[in-house]
C-alpha cells in the first residue's frame, strides 16, 4: 500500500499546498481520499489524470471535495469520450452538494459519479478495506482507517478529540492526523485538533508513525505545533508536504 500526499493544507490553500487530498495505491488500484480545493492540479502533477478508481470524501467542506467539482469536466468532457462513472463514498448530500457547486442550475453528476452514502462501518474498495466513523467535527465527517495485508493507514479527517479516532487509530502503521491549532491558546471548540492533542491521540492508540496535517500556516507556527506533538508522542514526528510518498 502506498500513500502519496497531494494537497495537506489546512481549511484553505496555502501558499505551497493544495487543500486535502490523499492518494492510497495497491494492486494497481487507486483510491483518492479527499479532493479539495486545488487538488486536482497535484493529481496532474504525482498521478494519471484519469487513473482514479474511485474517490473517499470524509466531509462535504470545500477544502475536502471542491475538486470533485472540477473533475466533473475531466471525466464527462474528455475528448476521447466520457470516462465510466466513479464511485464515490461520501456523507448524504455529495451528489447534490457537488452538482450545485457544479452548475448554478443544480445539474446533475450521475453520469460522472456513483455515488454510495457512508456509514460507520467496515467495508471493501477494491483490494483495500476501508472502515469509517463520525468524528467531532461541526457537519458528518468520518475518520478513516484502511487496512491491506496486515498493514494499517489511519487518517483523521477534520475532528476534535474524540473516542471513534482512537478505535480508528489503534495499532496503525501510519497515522495520517491533522493538527490544526496551537496549543496553550483559545481555540474554537469541537473543531480541530491541536498539535498537542494530535500526539496524545497516537500514543493513546499506540500508533507507529504520526504523520501531522491539516497545518494552517496563516494561523499557527509549524514548529511549535511539531513539538507540541512530540511532546505528547515519543515516536516519529513528521509534517507531510505534497508529493510525498509513503509505502506500508
Known amino acids: ?17 493544495a487543500c ?7 494492486e494497481g488500484f487507486r483510491l483518492l481520499i479527499d479532493f479539495g480545493s486545488g487538488a486536482l492540479s497535484a493529481l496532474q502533477r504525482y498521478s494519471d489524470l484519469r487513473s482514479v478508481d474511485a474517490i473517499l470524501l470524509t466531509h462535504l467542506h470545500c477544502d475536502h471535495m471542491l475538486d470533485a467539482c472540477t473533475y466533473v469536466v475531466v471525466r464527462r468532457y474528455d475528448p476521447a469520450g466520457p470516462l465510466p462513472a466513479l464511485p464515490v463514498y461520501a456523507p448524504l448530500g455529495a451528489a447534490e452538494r457537488i452538482a450545485a457547486a457544479y452548475s448554478a442550475e443544480g445539474e446533475p453528476v450521475d453520469d460522472v459519479y456513483t ?9 471493501p474498495i477494491g483490494p483495500l478495506m ?14 478513516v482507517r ?17 473516542e471513534a479516532l482512537l478505535r480508528l487509530a489503534a495499532g496503525a502503521d501510519l497515522f495520517l492526523c491533522e493538527a490544526s491549532y496551537m496549543d496553550g491558546v483559545a481555540n474554537p471548540p469541537d473543531l480541530h485538533l491541536t498539535g498537542g492533542e494530535a500526539g496524545e491521540a497516537a500514543t493513546k492508540a499506540d500508533v507507529a508513525r504520526l504523520l501531522l496535517t491539516h497545518l494552517v500556516p496563516a494561523w499557527a507556527s509549524e514548529a511549535s505545533i511539531v513539538e507540541a ?3 505528547a508522542y515519543a515516536g516519529p514526528v513528521e509534517v507531510v508536504r505534497p508529493g ?3 509505502d506500508l
Open 115 to 123: 455515488f454510495y452514502g457512508l456509514q460507520p462501518g467496515t467495508f
Open 1 to 17: 500500500m502506498r500513500l502519496t500526499v497531494l494537497g495537506c493544507a489546512g481549511s484553505f490553500p496555502g501558499p505551497e499546498s
Open 146 to 162: 484502511i487496512e491491506h495485508n496486515g498493514r494499517v493507514l489511519a487518517y483523521s479527517s477534520d475532528t476534535a478529540p474524540c
Open 130 to 143: 476501508v472502515t469509517v466513523d463520525r468524528v467531532n467535527h461541526p457537519v458528518e465527517t468520518y475518520g
Open 229 to 231: 506533538a512530540g511532546a
Open 244 to 246: 510525498a510518498r509513503y
Open 20 to 26: 486535502s487530498a490523499y492518494l492510497v495505491e495497491a
